[in-house]
T-cell receptor, first 114, second 112 residues
Framework: DTGVSQDPRHKITKRGQNVTFRCDPI?????LYWYRQTLGQGPEFLTY????????KSRLLSDRFSAERPKGSFSTLEIQRTEQGDSAMYLC????????????FGPGTRLLVL | LAKTTQPISMDSYEGQEVNITCSHN???????ITWYQQFPSQGPRFIIQ???TKVTNEVASLFIPADRKSSTLSLPRVSLSDTAVYYC?????????????FGTGTQLKVEL
């Protein structure tokens, strides 16, 4: 399977704990995006990378959130001191790097903060 | 970013053609119109993209009038497996990373 993969698929944690999610994009894709989706809503943009550079961050990305893409391949999204409001599906997508092009989404990581 | 408006839900039966219309009155000159499909507990999946007139692929057709203020996704002969949420998006044509702005989508339910 050469699609976007995400790990883990599910994560249950207690409030105040740190969690880290991983995304492996399609191999030749330069752009990588993170989105968050809550129940009944469409995905909301969080941040994106062009290769290893993080070029844009949404206001939704509080200082408890940090994303990296150190070698321009896989990316990690870390949430520190999780809160119950962080419970959501975290989606990763990748694309070749041209405008108006298709983004390919992974299956997502579902986070539940107790 | 241009905002989109689409029906919250639609019901259909197997074998019917389904048309989902989306309005985007503030679409910019450089913006394309893109539709995604999402099943529960999965990421969105690209269906079709267009700029004007009509685009057809193996899955769907997209009709865009000359003023581009709306678009219609047409799914021919739907089956139960087409039950999903369908999102209409208008891209950021300014070159700003092409982040996607999703609305709440249209929940399509297909019955026997």
């Amino acid at each position: 399977d050469t699609g976007v993969s995400q790990d883990p698929r599910h994560k249950i944690t207690k409030r105040g704990q740190n969690v880290t999610f991983r995304c492996d994009p399609i191999s030749e894709h330069n752009r990588l995006y993170w989105y968050r989706q809550t129940l009944g809503q469409g995905p909301e943009f969080l941040t994106y990378f062009q290769n290893e550079a993080q070029l844009e961050k949404s206001r939704l990305l509080s200082d408890r959130f940090s994303a990296e893409r150190p070698k321009g391949s896989f990316s990690t999204l870390e949430i520190q001191r999780t809160e119950q409001g962080d419970s959501a599906m975290y989606l990763c997508a990748s694309s070749l790097g041209r405008n108006q092009e298709t983004q390919y989404f992974g299956p997502g990581t579902r986070l539940l903060v107790l | 970013l241009a905002k989109t408006t689409q029906p919250i839900s639609m019901d259909s039966y197997e074998g019917q053609e389904v048309n989902i219309t989306c309005s985007h009155n503030n679409i910019a000159t450089n913006d394309y119109i893109t539709w995604y499909q999402q099943f529960p507990s999965q990421g969105p999946r690209f269906i079709i993209q267009g700029y004007k007139t009509k685009v057809t692929n193996e899955v769907a057709s997209l009709f865009i009038p000359a003023d581009r203020k709306s678009s219609t996704l047409s799914l021919p002969r739907v089956s139960l497996s087409d039950t999903a949420v369908y999102y209409c998006l208008v891209g950021d044509g300014t070159g700003g990373g092409n982040k996607l702005t999703f609305g709440t989508g249209t929940q399509l339910k297909v019955e026997l």
